[in-house]
């Protein structure tokens, strides 16, 4: 817990309560069908959490894609977080981070050949997707954990493996957005960001504490930074360099938890690091390049880069003209999500064969 809620706890704890009642309520009016869930007749796989900030989710995201796009034909809705539209959007190549916001636009522009679509109400996004989609196959729910207007048969919790749920209060005074326990109704848990020498009693020790039920399958995920990428497309992949280890490198970041990329840097490309930290899904502004450029430019040597995040990097492009010295200056490192143990075989199994029953004109179809 921060200090500034060790501070204000005699006024957040109350909050707490009252907020977690609300919700205790809500969720049991939709357990009792007192509230309705919209249901469709196509696979709706929901990737979410019940904390705030970031759970690796878009990762996640692109890990099921791959895992199903040779096969099926896949579409994502989420809605668009922090973006600066309204209503349904089909995204296309040419979308912005201000239209669809930055983590539709990272997977649109991964993906080009699949529907991308953004929209605050999942049952209408949801809707449009099937009409506008020629043979859709099946739906990936982007953040749609506590969305129960609309009923997933596939549910992925994602628990971030240093910040357990069970050690964790209700918002304000923690981050759950709900009690750990309504982790009951995820079909998957995924402890994300796992160290990769994660030992078998420590996951044993994990997978106690969060005592599944039978129905439910239990994974750990890491994630495998990939190869140095220049932020401008303009700028030649050929010429990055192989090693940076002897750089000095200016860390700039904008998402919930930059700690893990850091450790990566620090352990993997150099030492030598200086940050600059902005809040999660920040919307950079023209002016904080000169921040950014005043702190570059203070680094005492030649053989410097600035790194940022492969989704911080969707947010950087929009500015084109910044000095071309800085412009080259900026770089990603694109993640990719890694099973442990073993299980990326039984992974795969459970989403294919869960789509291959439950898609639209499979005649294993229930209806």
Sequence with gaps: MNT???????????????????????????????????????????????????????????YLINVLKSEFNVATLSRGYKRKSKGFILSSIESTDREIGDEPRQIKQKFPEISVAVDANRTNGINQLINNTENLDAILLDDAYQHRKVHANMSILLIDYSRPIDKDFMLPFGDLREQAFEKKRANIIIITKSPKDLKPIERRIIFNKLEPYPFQHVYFTTFDYGEIKPVYKSLLESNVHNSYNDYEILLVT??????????????????????????????????????????????????????????????????????????????????????????????????????????????????
């Excluded at 009016?29 to 709706?44: E, R, T, V």
């Excluded at 929009?318 to 770089?331: M, R, V, Y």
């Design 4 to 62: 500034l809620r060790k501070i204000l706890s005699p006024i957040l704890f109350p909050i707490s309560l009252i907020y977690g009642l609300i919700i205790y309520i809500r969720n049991r009016f939709y357990d009792y069908k007192i509230f309705k869930s919209n249901q469709f007749n196509i696979p709706l796989i929901s990737v979410g959490n019940i904390t705030v900030g970031g759970t690796g989710k878009t990762p996640h995201i692109e």
């Design 254 to 367: 904008g998402i919930a938890n930059p700690k893990p990329l850091k450790d990566y840097i620090v352990e993997n490309i150099s030492k030598k690091i200086q940050e600059i930290e902005y809040s999660d899904h920040y919307d950079f502004k023209e002016s904080d390049f000169k921040k950014i450029e005043q702190s570059f430019n203070s680094i005492n040597s030649d053989k410097k880069i600035i790194i940022t995040t492969e989704k911080d990097a969707m947010r950087l492009q929009k500015f084109s003209n910044i000095a071309n010295n800085l412009k080259g200056s900026f770089f990603y490192i694109p993640i990719q999500v890694e099973f442990l143990n073993n299980r990326t075989d039984n992974f795969n199994q459970q989403i294919i064969e869960y789509v291959r029953k439950n898609k639209k004109h499979s005649f294993l179809y229930p209806g």
